[in-house]
């Protein structure tokens, strides 16, 4: 009977101290993701959010700045449109060293960056998971496109590296170059035969030219291996004679000696 008290007692204290656990874990966790939204910034993004959660990572340059606070999904079922509300709460404070903070609020440094082109874009932060965090960075090129209320501060976003190609692969009309390309070899398979037969005719015609000229061109040959050898021989004579009369210089003025 006593054992089994005992039992009781190490069950209830192990009960008692996982709920502690668990207090403390939603205390913090509370602290953390419960803020108002009055102190985050909302982002919204054109293309899919999955793989991003809350907890994911804020990074700017590398460096982490915040974290995802709250994901949401806002419906608008007359116009049959959707977005998706990512609120984040920022640690700038602790990460970040300004030099002019206390010459700008918070607001007016957010809008001041903006102006100068801050941008927010997904990034993956594990290729392996396909887990996605946000990173902010500066490109003044990108519209600074707010589809907010604008009762919440909000951060431009613009699309990924992925999302970026993915858009370019969809304006190629790869449908209708591989319609062209299967037309292109159902045209050569059709043909393919007759043109088979026109090549074999042409390289008969071909061999019979070859064979026809075969003998006018022996003939030729020899032709013109004999002209070379009268050529060599003249050449020969010539180089003779003038031997002879770099010897006999006065062969010119009397002639050659009997």
Do not use: C
């Not at 965090?133 to 992925?162: C, H, N, Q």
């Not at 032709?223 to 180089?239: D, G, L, P, Q, T």
């Amino acid at each position: 009977m006593q054992q089994k008290t005992t039992y009781k007692m190490v069950g209830l204290f192990v009960v008692v101290g996982l709920l502690a656990f668990a207090g403390i874990i939603l205390k913090y966790a509370g602290g953390q993701f419960t803020t108002d939204k009055n102190d985050m910034v909302v982002m919204y993004f054109e293309e899919s959010i999955r793989g991003l959660s809350v907890g994911s990572s804020v990074v700017f340059k590398g460096v982490e700045v915040g974290k995802v606070a709250d994901i949401s999904l806002l419906a608008n079922f007359k116009e049959g449109t959707f977005k998706t509300p990512v609120w984040v709460l920022f640690n700038m404070e602790d990460n970040i060293d300004a030099i002019d903070r206390a010459e700008l609020d918070n607001k007016q440094m957010l809008d001041n960056l903006i102006a100068k082109g801050l941008r927010a874009r997904l990034i993956s932060a594990n290729y392996l998971t396909g887990q996605l965090m946000i990173e902010l960075v500066m490109d003044a090129k990108a519209p600074a496109v707010l589809r907010g209320t604008g009762r919440y501060w909000e951060i431009p976003t613009e699309l990924s590296s992925f999302a970026m190609l993915s858009q370019d692969l969809e304006e190629v009309p790869l449908r209708e170059i591989l319609s062209r390309f299967g037309n292109i070899i159902q045209d050569l398979e059709e043909n393919l035969p007759q043109i088979m037969e026109n090549t074999t005719q042409i390289t008969q015609k071909l061999d019979k030219a070859l064979d026809k000229n075969t003998g006018e061109a022996s003939k030729s040959m020899k032709s013109f291996n004999a002209a070379m050898e009268e050529v060599s021989k003249a050449s020969r004579s010539i180089n003779n004679l003038t031997d002879y009369l770099e010897r006999h210089p006065e062969a010119l003025l009397r002639g050659k000696e009997k």
